[in-house]
């Protein structure tokens, strides 16, 4: 069982940055992956971000360039460095993580935190 709370969120102007912060609890070391979900208004989550173990990192295509997934070492903390914002990025911001066990594929979720970009 992981346990994931988000924080950071909130009203920024186009053009601005936020960072993204999720404390993560619980089974870490079962956690074979993590990353960030959104989901706009009106529109299905999508994948932001996603982190491994070793450390590879992906980006979904929009997000390229400007928002940066890092974790500490004991992935405890992950980050979601967004700069460069825009409307288009207003969303519900989701922490995730993936874990094996030998019963399956556990997916864990955080309860999301706000981002407006407005002006």
């Known amino acids: 069982q992981v346990q994931l709370v988000e924080s950071g969120g909130g009203l920024v102007q186009p053009g601005g940055s936020l960072r993204l912060s999720c404390a993560a609890s619980?089974?870490?070391?079962?956690?074979?992956?993590m990353g960030w979900y959104r989901q706009a208004p009106g529109k299905q989550r999508e994948l932001v971000a996603t982190?491994?173990?070793?450390?590879?990192?992906n980006y979904v295509d929009s997000v390229k360039g400007r928002f940066t997934i890092s974790r500490d070492n004991a992935w405890n903390t992950m980050y979601l460095q967004m700069n460069s914002l825009n409307p288009e990025d207003t969303a519900v911001y989701y922490c995730n993580a993936a874990a094996s066990w030998d019963t399956g594929e556990y997916t864990y979720w955080g309860q999301g935190t706000q981002v407006t970009v407005s002006s």
């Open positions: 982190i491994t173990r070793t450390g590879r990192t």
């Open positions: 619980g089974t870490i070391f079962l956690v074979y992956a």
